[in-house]
């Protein structure tokens, strides 16, 4: 998942499953980032599709 630093709200997220939903996605989220936040930094996290069960301590 391709999501805005500092953004909220699932502005700026995509989810890419291969290179080039990467490369759009890159593209897209730093642009609504920047556009929404001010600010078009952007990270990458995993994502995990069906997950059952998600605990964070």
Known sequence: ?????????GKGMRIANNDQEAIEGFKLS??????????????VEK???NPRHIEIQ
């Open 1 to 9: 998942m391709i999501k805005a630093s500092a953004g909220g709200g």
């Open 30 to 43: 730093s642009q609504e980032a920047a556009s929404s936040f001010g600010d078009d930094r952007i990270l």
């Open 47 to 49: 994502f995990i599709k």
